[in-house]
């Protein structure tokens, strides 16, 4: 069987390949650019951009199935820019499933898309927790817009189904652990509120895990087909001790000091102006949508997922962290 998977350069995009090639499959990526360890892998590569329409088509020909996990990321940037690789690009996707014959896509969403300004969330589904009204952070925005069409394009010619992972971390991560150290080391580290909010985390094979465990059940007609799942650890920790923990995984020093919530609030609304106003570069250090995020109780109830596909996370928190401490500490022995 050959699988499509867009952005498969990426964190989850690298476990989601390696996890497929494990698992005798073929493996097409659709990226932006090339990446040696995917041709370790095996991997066949396409460059090309989302926004594109033949070249995502083209890159789908011969696919049994669709892995769309390529997106847009973070907190700051032009609305149009988060549009076109998260709603246009997924429409494309959608595009070339149907124009290939592909019969299933497994979308990875976020739970970003729920986003209430600062309504806690204690063990929701998505049949309990509502979109998010309003979103305030492009990302998010765009995020809702493509996981409404790829639920809406669920049919008797093309199964679709939607996941929303937590907060992915663990071995490999490029993204959140190197922020969360750097800013950590400088002592520019700080919780927002006191750092009690249980929120939930996905160690990232788990997260690669419960997309495998989608696509082996997706067919028309299955129970998982045209809907949306949350996908976490099933393990609510503080924003206190998961930050903490992934710092002392990786060597650096933890973090004690807070900023009350209006404050960082306020201090998000003046960064979001001045970054419109200046040229200044990269995101900044605060907005109101991640003052939100970070202050607020989230975490979710994974029992649709192991009723409707079988997930059960494989890895947990104790040993994802034991598993990052020994990359960390194998990482630091080799830097020069």
């Known amino acids: 069987m050959k699988i499509l998977v867009t952005g498969g350069g990426g964190f989850l995009g690298q476990a989601l390949c390696r ?20 041709e370790t892998l095996g991997v066949t590569q396409v460059q090309g951009d989302l926004a594109q329409r033949d070249s995502v088509i083209a890159a789908a020909q011969g696919c049994d199935a669709v892995i769309h996990n390529a997106a847009k990321a973070g907190a700051w940037g032009s609305y149009q820019s988060y ?3 998260n709603v246009v690009g997924t429409e494309n996707v959608i595009a070339a499933c149907r124009a290939n014959g592909i019969g299933r896509l497994v979308h990875t969403s976020t739970p970003s898309v729920t986003h209430r300004a600062t309504h806690p969330v204690e063990g929701g589904t ?11 952070a492009p990302y998010a925005a765009t995020k809702k817009i493509a996981e409404q069409a790829v639920l809406a394009a669920n049919d008797a010619s093309l199964a679709t189904v939607a996941l ?54 997706l067919a028309p007609g299955a129970a998982c087909a045209g809907r949306a799942y949350f996908i976490s650890n099933g393990e609510p920790m503080t ?33 979001e102006g001045l970054w419109h106003v200046l040229p200044l570069q990269g995101e900044p250090p605060m907005t109101r949508f991640l003052a939100e995020q970070l202050s607020t109780t989230h975490w979710y109830d994974m029992a649709p997922a192991r009723r409707d596909f079988g997930y059960v996370p494989r890895v947990n928190i104790h040993e994802g962290l034991m598993r990052l401490k020994v990359a960390c500490t194998q990482a630091a022995s080799i830097t020069p």
Do not use: M
């Open 19 to 38: 996890g497929l090639r494990e698992r005798g499959f073929e493996v097409v990526s659709f990226n932006r650019g090339r990446y040696p360890v995917l």
């Open 83 to 85: 549009h076109l690789a």
């Open 126 to 136: 998505a049949d309990t927790v509502p979109y998010g009204e309003h979103l305030k």
């Open 164 to 217: 929303r992972p937590r907060l992915i971390w663990g071995v490999g991560d490029n993204q959140l652990l190197p922020r969360l150290v750097e800013r950590a080391k400088a002592g520019r580290l700080r919780f927002v509120g006191d750092g009690e909010n249980r929120i939930d985390t996905t160690y990232v094979d788990n997260a690669a895990q419960a997309h495998f465990d989608a696509l082996a059940h």
């Open 239 to 271: 924003v206190r001790e998961i930050i903490n923990s992934l710092l002392q995984a990786a060597g650096a020093p933890t973090v004690s000091k807070t900023i009350p919530f209006g404050v960082a609030y306020a201090a998000g609304v003046v960064c």
